[in-house]
């Protein structure tokens, strides 16, 4: 299923403080690059996080 439709925003700048660092979480950027390595479930990444 795709959405043909879908339309990026040009950019989004993070101001607040909160907001960095969720962007820059450590537990987000190895989820991150853990999706990007091969086709993960949710399941599979909670067990490999250990949670």
């Given at each position: 299923m795709?959405?043909?439709n879908f339309?990026?925003?040009k950019l989004l700048v993070l101001k607040e403080e909160t907001h960095i660092k969720a962007?820059?979480?450590p537990t987000r950027i190895a989820i991150l690059r853990m999706l990007s390595a091969k086709k993960?479930?949710?399941s599979?990444?909670?067990k490999e996080?250990?949670?």
């Open positions: 795709t959405n043909i339309k990026p925003k962007y820059v979480h993960r479930t949710v599979n990444i909670a996080l250990g949670v």
